[in-house]
């Protein structure tokens, strides 16, 4: 696999937003509201369980030759916990990449209000 590619957004495919729904005035990219959303046990076992079958699919998806691998990562707005969980996830999963890979991270709403 070349390429893997992280995207948060405000949709729905793996909801978020049941971790924290206060942070209205915030974003992810900050230390405090990446705290607030992952430091707890909600936070902790998406984490947990989510890295570890993006570490699977990824193996995967080497094995059978696939050059790219799209995980989406959404809340209701697309601005917190969404972009916290996809920070956490671009430094937990770059350690799973060979040199040659690529990790792409792009927080589509993140300026949305």
Do not use: W
């Not at 992280?6 to 729905?12: A, R």
């Not at 992952?38 to 947990?48: C, R, Y």
């Not at 059978?64 to 430094?91: D, K, P, Q, W």
């Amino acid at each position: 696999m070349d390429i893997l590619r992280l995207t948060s957004f405000g949709m729905f495919v793996f909801s978020l937003t049941p971790i924290v729904d206060d942070l209205r005035e915030y974003t992810g990219l900050e230390k405090q509201i990446s705290a607030y959303a992952l430091d707890n046990a909600t936070g902790q076992e998406f984490i947990e369980h989510f890295s570890s079958l993006v570490s699977f699919t990824m193996s995967k998806h080497k094995a059978g030759g696939r050059e790219e691998l799209r995980c989406a990562i959404g809340c209701t707005g697309g601005r917190h916990r969404s972009v916290a969980v996809t920070e956490y996830l671009r430094n937990a999963l770059s350690e799973c990449l060979d040199s040659e890979d690529e990790l792409i991270v792009y927080h589509r709403d993140i300026e949305k209000r």
